[in-house]
Nanobody
Framework: QVQLVESGGGLVQAGGSLRLSCAASRITFSINTMGWYRQAPGKQRDLVATITSGSSTNYADSVKGRFTISRVNAKDTAVYLQMNSLKPEDTAVYYC?????????WGQGTQVTVSS
């Protein structure tokens, strides 16, 4: 069973930075897409950024130029989200996602709170 474990969330002031990490294990498909989504209270879960196993990236317009997604392809894959110039509207629970073999897997989520 695929496991995704996130870390790196926390409280930061507006304009600050955070780096989220997601460790993925037991991936049996070498071709996959990993990403980050976020969900604010009372809102739907939205795409933040994705990265394929070939390192092609995609970003939500709201985070372009501020967030950077990257990954390490090894026996156990890891994906990172460097978040700079954070805004209060970035406050949400951030979820790591893996799509492989026709299935999507989610991590447990990590809270990011940006104070004004």
């Amino acid at each position: 069973q695929v496991q995704l474990v996130e870390s790196g969330g926390g409280l930061v002031q507006a304009g600050g930075s955070l780096r989220l990490s997601c460790a993925a294990s037991r991936i049996t498909f070498s071709i996959n897409t990993m990403g980050w989504y976020r969900q604010a209270p009372g809102k739907q879960r939205d795409l933040v950024a994705t990265i394929t196993s070939g390192s092609s990236t995609n970003y939500a317009d709201s985070v372009k130029g501020r967030f950077t997604i990257s990954r390490v392809n090894a026996k156990d894959t890891a994906v990172y989200l460097q978040m700079n110039s954070l805004k209060p509207e970035d406050t949400a629970v951030y979820y790591c996602s893996l799509v492989a073999g026709g299935r999507r897997y989610w991590g447990q989520g990590t809270q990011v709170t940006v104070s004004s």
